[in-house]
């Protein structure tokens, strides 16, 4: 069987359906067994004391980067249908600066929200009913703000194509910053800690 | 040894292999049978023509895909109805799959020949192509065309034609003086251009 399955497997609604149930099951499990379900926690790392998000981050982008590369080197994954979103440089900077705004206040980002909200906290549903809205929002703005999205567009960018190296060595350096920044975050929690024993 | 550095080696010993892999793309292997192919296309097996898959599409036959092989300024100006636009050098990663039925076109017909061979080669079985490509749409679906001394054959064509032309939003016209009326590409291909 060749991946992506919803390319290749010609997958009725209700096989993508049930793939894509799957996948967000796991995915929530994850997160709740993380804690990351929890404010205190996310909001922990803007204050440098819990630096727990940013590590499962970094795990989970070097797991998914060698698993991609690895998978398609042996012929299981097909990584040309594997879909690369469009780079739009000023919206995203925009939009990245308004999510980790409204992150930062909310303790929740949209994903672990709903874990939070599934896990019958109120907080997480406040934040899951904010997020709906501002999706609802910008769709009636979209119109008007049509130029603007879709301004200073890139194109589908790769780290690869944009430094000229090969896949494997963007690979290489990937991990290597992941490692080094999982190091670091473990340094800075026992730092704080030490400081507040 | 901890989780942490059970994963910490695993990770660098693949992340440092990865250099010597060089890339997770697919290398597509592919293979000609000549005999096939020239069979094919002396039988006229290769290829469809414009109101053929007019009908297609009208009765939306499953598994169709049309194919648009030109750049994306092209594509955006105008194209079949139902098409996707994939360049040729992306023809690779269509996998081949169950019940498909893939038709080609390009602006004329030089690079929908050519990826027919491509993809044949990539294991398709059901691909064709518009031999005349978009100018054989806009002719013979949009824009058909009836000449006022026409054969029996000629009629015959001209109303399949105007059925779906009607369907596509095109305009046919009967009774055209044949002086006229330019050679369709029809015409061309039966006088052995």
């Known amino acids: 069987m060749m991946a992506p399955l919803f390319d290749t497997i010609a997958a009725g609604t209700v096989a993508s359906g049930g793939i894509a149930l799957t996948i967000g099951i796991a995915f929530g499990w994850t997160l709740e067994r993380a804690g990351l379900g929890s404010a205190r926690k996310l909001a922990g790392q803007f204050y440098l004391t819990d630096l727990t998000v940013v590590k499962v981050m970094f795990t989970a982008i070097i797991t998914a980067a060698l698993g991609v590369f690895w998978l398609g080197w042996w012929g299981v994954l097909d990584v040309s249908r594997v879909y690369v979103p469009e780079t739009f440089v000023i919206p995203q900077i925009v939009g990245g600066l308004v999510f980790g705004a409204g992150f930062a206040a909310a303790g929740l980002c949209p994903g672990t929200s709903c874990v939070a909200a599934a896990s019958g906290r109120r907080d997480g549903m406040l934040v899951v009913g904010g997020l709906f809205a501002g999706v609802l929002a910008m769709g009636f703005a979209l119109k008007p703000l049509a130029s603007f999205y879709r301004s200073t567009p890139l194109g589908a960018r790769t780290i690869p194509a944009q430094f000229h190296i090969s896949y494997g060595s963007a690979i290489l350096a990937l991990v290597l910053i992941g490692l080094g920044v999982f190091a670091g975050a473990e340094r800075v929690e026992r730092s704080h800690r030490a400081v507040h024993a | ?193």
Not at chain 2, 30 to 57: F, K, Q, T
Not at chain 2, 143 to 159: C, H, K, M, Q
Not at chain 2, 163 to 179: A, H, I, L, N, T
């Open chain 2, 1 to 193: 040894m901890t989780t942490r550095r059970t994963f910490a080696i695993t990770a660098l010993t693949l992340g440092a292999a990865a250099p010597l892999a060089q890339t997770p793309f697919r290398r597509h292997e592919a293979s000609i049978d000549v005999d096939e192919l020239s069979r094919a296309i002396e039988l006229g097996d290769d290829h469809i023509d414009a109101v053929d898959l007019a009908e297609w599409i009208q009765e939306r036959r499953e598994g169709l895909r049309v194919i648009d092989l030109r750049s994306d300024g092209q594509f955006a100006a105008g194209h079949i109805p139902t098409a996707e636009n994939i360049s040729i050098d992306a023809l690779s990663g269509i996998a081949p799959r169950r019940g498909e039925t893939l038709v080609l076109y390009s602006e004329g017909g030089a690079h929908a020949g050519q990826a027919w061979v491509l993809l044949k080669a990539l294991g398709h079985e059901r691909v064709y192509f518009l031999r005349a490509g978009l100018f054989e749409w806009e002719e013979e679906v949009m824009s058909p065309t009836l000449a006022t001394d026409a054969t029996d054959d000629e009629r015959r064509v001209f109303e399949r034609s105007e059925k779906v032309s009607q369907y596509f939003g095109g305009e046919p016209q009967r009774d055209v003086p044949r002086s006229t009326r330019a050679l369709t590409t029809r015409e061309l291909r039966r006088r052995g251009c």
